[in-house]
């Protein structure tokens, strides 16, 4: 009875309202700089963009109006990784069927023009990357529309471009390979109690990523060794031990640790459990 | 920067998440068979048809198609009041400007085709209403597009069927009243300190209104005198209390008096405000 647009904005929506997500804005949690209210007007922004994914226009294209539209409800960058793992999702789903395979085939067709828009989305947002390798600096994403006369040169397509990056970002490693966490994190939110809110398994979900695997964005703002450790103590704890939790929550708010990636990661989880109707709200 | 529908959308999810609100769900408030995520699944449900109000689609059809989407997202009835309120802001919005007159210009401009999209909005959902005057019986809304032949036959506008239950019905009164109440809300909302969150200030507001006037939907559950009486004790408590706050709360809830209407009413002054840019997120 949903459309596959409004999904994956619900998703936005409930996995901002999961709490306690350590670290992470959440409906209990600003953080400096960054309030849960935005992240509700930013996921309202994003909604033309979403509709021109189900709707079948160019990926890249969706992607940077759904961006753009993000940015300007919300004033900041709230769900740049969410979005950019969002698009070819909704736009499997309302193709074919919300499946790794079509997914992936979506993630495959897209073309230079979709990197174009990929680099052009930059522009409406600061978001933290790495330096790129050696070589690759004119492709580093921080130069936004800048880069794309490179990139038209160079005749990469938006799945070259995130392929290269795959190594150390958990976004693009979900383009390259197959949206594997995302599918787990969907099984993982299948699994969880079907009479508890949905906010309260996703927060759950949440965790459990955490504990599975060293957060990207924590990793690009820090290094590999901080990110790891982050995930130690995520494992460490005990999830139904709520004081265990806060604690965990406040030491990664303390240190800036924000696990942003785990967070983008629920949102495709979510996205995929509600649209195959394993979950409801 | 963001679309008028986009902004009712936002304040939809404003609404339910200012906390607390005594009585409703809220971000921190589930109540029975009623939750918080539904709450954000009616409102992405919602959109399509606040898009087609904001694109100058008939103010009825916009209306009926939210309201459709709402309730096939959100499995139930969440946010139909605050939907009928929104409808012809939000047309004004995109057409003239977020003004008392421009939304009044929508409702008086309303045809007897609006009337019947109206009543087939109650298809989608069960609402609360009162049993009609005596000789309206043919018009009781909860016959749905069974009283569409009656509208026809007696030629009434969606303005005139709203006009006739003006007396009962605070959304009604808003749409023949010059819409007082929710430019009055949007200007207290406006009045608040932009320091806090906006989900805070909106909490206080919403206090503020109960306090002010009883809530016709709690008059409609139960009778006048009980929604004088929630109005009277929301009046005597020390909104700066949160002991207060939460007391009334909890009395509200144990007695399932839920006061709707006035939640309505918020969402509408929250539209109003971020529309006209007095607050933001």
């Known amino acids: 009875m949903r459309s596959p647009a409004s999904t994956a904005e619900l998703a936005l929506l409930v996995e901002v309202s999961a709490t306690p997500t350590p670290g992470n804005v959440d409906r209990e949690r600003d953080l400096d700089g960054l309030r849960f209210e935005q992240f509700l007007a930013g996921a309202t922004g994003a909604r033309p963009g979403l509709d021109l994914a189900a ?138 109690p079907a009479d508890r809110p949905l906010s309260e398994r996703a927060a759950r979900v949440h965790l459990q990523l955490l504990a599975e695997e060293p957060d990207s964005l924590i990793a690009t703002k820090f290094d590999d060794e901080t990110a790891e450790e982050v995930r130690r103590r995520a494992a460490e704890i005990n999830p139904a031990d709520p004081t265990a939790v806060d604690a965990l929550d406040s030491h990664l708010v303390e240190h800036g640790l924000n696990p942003g990636t785990t967070a983008d990661l629920l949102a495709g989880g979510l996205f995929v459990a509600l649209q195959r109707e394993e979950v409801d709200v």
């Open 55 to 192: 709707e079948g226009q160019r990926t890249g294209a969706a992607f940077e109006r759904a961006v753009d539209g993000m940015a300007g409800s919300a004033g900041t960058n709230t769900q740049f990784g969410a979005l950019l793992l969002l698009t070819p999702l909704v736009r499997a789903a309302a193709e074919d069927d919300c499946t790794p395979e079509a997914a992936t085939a979506v993630a495959e067709g897209t073309t230079v023009a979709d990197a174009a828009d990929f680099y052009r989305a930059f522009d409406h947002v600061d978001v933290r990357v790495d330096d790129p390798p050696e070589g690759m600096e004119p492709l580093d994403v921080r130069r936004g529309s800048d880069a794309v006369p490179t990139v038209e040169d160079r005749d990469l397509t938006l799945y070259d471009v995130l392929e290269s990056s795959a190594d150390r970002d958990g976004i693009a490693r979900e383009w390259v390979g197959g949206f594997e966490r995302t599918f787990h994190a969907a099984n993982l939110l299948t699994d969880e």
